[in-house]
């Protein structure tokens, strides 16, 4: 029986990987997972008073739906740290979702249609050009220089009639760059030159080691700017699925997108409610889980990006925030692709990473990503491992 066409080319790397591993976890061997962004599975844990949030709200039956927008309270905690981080907005201005994922796809649907197109730095977090694709539009990469800012000269060339949007995701999933004030400045102007919605992603905005973050809204003004963030990441409830959409309170231009995505959101009821008042929890409650993690993250950043760096025909740029290493892989003649290296990577060492061509062909092609988040000591068994591997025999 068919399956409609517009599902033919979704897909999602870093999952998709997981087929292959399984197949080896059936031989009886064990993994070390290098591939999905969850902290949660590792040494970070979900903190104790959002836990009892959740516990105290299932409890005393907060189990009902509610309001399609998100809950009031909820709405005006965003507020205030979306605020903090420089953002015009109010709580009208803010819609609950089911994760960041929930945002971007009611935020695509709003915007792309058939012969559109949605412009991303490349390499892309993939569902960014999944959901573009699903409808109907396509994603164009641009390119970032060498130091990790945007080409903007790249950039420009590839704004056509069609382009819609112009996404930005800082600190990045798959590179760990963080654009500075200077580059959101530049990225803003551009967008607001051509009528372009920009599209911003923060989920990583407080996993930041060297320098300053700053937020979209910072830069933002009048501009048509969407925020995407959520709780999944910095405050390690990555299983309970919540996140929002924020749009700039100072730009009239939104006006029509804001009357739309509400309805898409009516049309699938509610998000969770027990897990809403936890997020309450989350934003007021206390804060100190979140520099023991930068201070463990930087440490495994650095080991990793060491490690990497000591292996011949491996190069890897220093990531500035989020938990994530783009290296580079000369493949010389011992591997076709990328995507063949990380399965041989699997199957002799048990060693998951994800093909850096799986966040997109024309800028993730000979790369790998490996995620950091394992305890130091896994780390650095899993870089003996690829060391090893890099430096064996041909096979
Ligand atoms: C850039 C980026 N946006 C969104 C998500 C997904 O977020 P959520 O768990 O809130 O759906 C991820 C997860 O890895 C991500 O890296």
Redesign the pocket.
């Known amino acids: 029986m068919k399956v409609s066409n517009r599902t033919s080319e979704v897909e999602y790397a870093i999952r998709d990987i997981i087929v292959h591993a399984r197949e080896y976890e059936k031989s009886g061997r064990q993994i070390i997972y290098l591939n999905i962004?969850d902290p949660v599975k590792y040494d970070f844990k979900t903190p104790d008073h959002i836990k009892q949030a959740l516990i105290d709200s299932v409890s005393h039956d907060f189990n009902y739906y509610t309001d399609s927008e998100g809950l009031y309270e909820l709405r005006e905690a965003i507020v205030e740290k979306e605020s903090r981080k420089g953002l015009s907005i109010t709580a009208e201005d803010v819609l609950v979702t089911n994760?960041?994922?929930?945002g971007?796809d009611m935020t695509m649907a709003s915007i792309v249609e058939s012969n559109t197109e949605v412009l991303m730095p490349g390499p892309y977090?993939p569902?960014y050009a999944s959901y573009v694709k699903f409808y109907g539009g396509r994603p164009v990469e641009f390119k970032l220089t060498p130091d990790g800012k945007p080409d903007l000269e790249d950039l420009i060339s590839k704004i056509t009639p069609r382009t819609r949007a112009l996404c930005i995701?800082s600190p990045?999933?798959p590179t760990g760059e963080v654009f500075d004030h200077k580059s959101l400045k530049q990225l803003v102007d551009i967008a607001a030159e051509h009528s372009l919605y920009i599209i911003c992603?923060e989920?990583?905005d407080s996993l930041v080691f060297d320098g300053e973050f700053t937020g979209i809204g910072k830069v933002a003004k009048d501009s048509p700017v969407i925020l995407?963030n959520?709780?999944?990441?910095v405050y390690l409830m990555?299983g309970w699925?919540?996140?929002y959409i924020c749009m700039n309170s100072n730009c009239s231009k939104l006006e029509n997108i804001r009357n739309n995505i509400p309805k898409l959101a009516r049309v699938r009821i509610s998000t969770n409610l027990p897990v809403q008042r936890a997020a309450i929890a989350a934003l007021r409650g206390p804060q100190d889980h979140i520099p023991m993690m930068v201070s463990k993250l930087r440490r495994r950043r650095d080991l990793v990006v060491k490690r990497l760096n000591q292996i011949s025909s491996i190069s890897c740029n220093v990531p500035k925030g989020?938990f994530y290493a783009f290296p580079k892989i000369n493949l010389s003649s011992r591997w076709k692709n990328d995507k063949h290296f990380v399965l041989d990577l699997l199957n002799e060492t048990g060693v998951l990473t994800v093909h850096g061509s799986g966040f997109g062909s024309n800028f993730g092609t000979d790369h790998f990503r490996i995620v950091y988040l394992p305890q130091e000591q896994i780390l650095d068994e899993a870089m003996d491992k690829l060391e090893h591997f890099v430096n064996g025999p041909a096979k």
């Open positions: 962004g994760g960041v994922s929930e971007l977090y569902p995701i990045n999933n992603d989920i990583y995407l959520g709780f999944s990441k990555t699925r919540c996140g989020a």
